[in-house]
């Protein structure tokens, strides 16, 4: 018998193990959790600690767990990670809870793979799509992009209050939604190029078909579920977004593949100007780039940054901190975002550095172009947080 040389080209699929979403599901919450451990510790920030501490605690003593509560630090670093491991290693706890944003959910699970033992993630905002994925993004301590760090599992559960969504700042949902929109831009581009996904392997048919669900779903129902959470209300617009941006979005991205809008969002973490920002906003930022690097139609891109300009999102340098940015600067994201094990290398066509500066440039030609179309003032610089 002859041996291949060579690995066999598969197809992989990643999920967690439940999903759960609806108004009121935090409340339901232990009873997931006994389900998955009984020593919980919860992974959190003081803000979202005080939104959630009752009705977390009433669900818990409900089911019977304990109460354990850990303050976040606020970035995924890999001490960071590293703390709360050694805190669930003395406390004995077997499941870890991270309850917020991106940040707090990804350094759960580092931290429960650290300790070896199960994570849960419940996002309080439908900022990113992070909550259902096997992997963490890593942040140095200054917060530029580290790495994607991998799991052999995704979390047990993902369970997302609407309720609590609805009631967050609405520039959450907002971000979640550029996040989520770069799904199928980026899966489109690894379906044609037959690159290799977030999850190993060739994308599924399911991985890339989600991608396009999240896309489809967000053209129809983004604006008013945007309008809804204004006012927090939850409408069945909400319900559709929260899923799109967080389990369609999660699964399409980690099993459809990233291409060039993380990766330039990855560039821009590299410069301290846009460390305010929201990593669905960056993206954002990202997605437009890339379809200028892809050649799409002048009537595709422009509808695209008129849609995301209507969402809220940043469709211009200036609007990311980098509107006076000089060319040391902009080739600084450039060459981040260009790494040999950067995913913009999954794009069907090499992209030089030269190539990947002019299009950052063009998004800010273009951006002013379509918000002067629309009869819109010049954009602004952001305001800092
Ligand atoms: N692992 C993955 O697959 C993946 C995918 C996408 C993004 N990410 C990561 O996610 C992170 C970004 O996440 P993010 O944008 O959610 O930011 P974040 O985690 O920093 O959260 C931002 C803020 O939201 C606040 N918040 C959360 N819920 C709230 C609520 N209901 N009301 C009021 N405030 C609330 C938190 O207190 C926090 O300060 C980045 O580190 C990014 O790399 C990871
Ligand atoms: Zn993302």
Redesign the pocket.
Known sequence: MTETTQAPVLRSLLSPARYVQGRGALGELGRYVAQIGSTPLILT?D??RK?TESTVTESFERAGLPVVFEIFG?V?TAAEAERIAELIRGQGADVVIGL???????TA?AAGDNAGVRWVSV???A????PT?A???V?TEDGA?DSYRFYSRNPDLVLVDTG??A???VR?LI?GVG?ALATWIEARAVQRSAATTMAGGSATHAGTALARLSWDILWEHALPAIDAVRNDLVTPSVEAVVEANTLLS?LG??SGGLAAAHAVHDGLTAVAQTHGL???EKVNIGSICQLILEGADTSEIREFVAFTMRVGLPTSLTEVGLGDADDDTLREVVRAAIVPEETIHNLAFPVSEDALLDALKAVEVLGRSVRSEAGLPAPEAPNRH
Request: net charge negative.
């Open positions: 920030d803000v979202v939104l606020g995924p917020g944003g991106g940040a707090a959910i990804d699970k996002p309080t905002a900022s990113t799509d992070a994925s992997l963490s993004v942040y992009f609590f969504i009631k967050a700042p959450f971000a996040d999660g991205f980690e929201a990593h669905g």
